[in-house]
Nanobody, 123 residues
Framework: VQLVESGGGSVEAGGSVRLSCVASGFTEDGNYVAWIRQAPGKGREGVAS????????YYSDSVKGRVAIWQDNAKNTVYLQMNSLKPEDTSMYYC??????????????????WGQGTQVTVS
């Protein structure tokens, strides 16, 4: 399984950013894809997750209402749209995946597949 992120960058507070994750190598339909972030000097935090089999989504309380996760099956891509960005959203954002249901969804170690990450800096 390979995950390739794109879309990060520097954004002003209050702005928006859309991250993309192109996935390849899955052998079955229906996988769990999550965005996990890590700010400098802090632990990893689950931001949002989607089960690609049913489009069921999960969001952390810290971003709920500001973030949306969805997939485009035709492009094998999962997106993360983040709005009303705050300086505390500054992090490296990783696309992660699991073929088995991660429980709880926000626990980083439940995801065995990771992309290289894309940096989002909010100032």
């Amino acid at each position: 399984v390979q995950l390739v992120e794109s879309g990060g960058g520097s954004v002003e507070a209050g702005g928006s950013v859309r991250l993309s994750c192109v996935a390849s190598g899955f052998t079955e339909d229906g996988n769990y894809v999550a965005w996990i972030r890590q700010a400098p000097g802090k632990g990893r935090e689950g931001v949002a997750s989607i089960y690609t089999g049913t489009d069921r989504t999960y969001y952390s309380d810290s971003v709920k209402g500001r973030v949306a996760i969805w997939q485009d099956n035709a492009k094998n891509t999962v997106y993360l749209q983040m709005n009303s960005l705050k300086p505390e959203d500054t992090s490296m954002y990783y696309c992660t995946a699991s073929t088995n249901m991660p429980y709880p969804w926000y626990l980083p170690r439940r995801y065995p597949y990771w992309g290289q990450g894309t940096q989002v800096t909010v100032s």
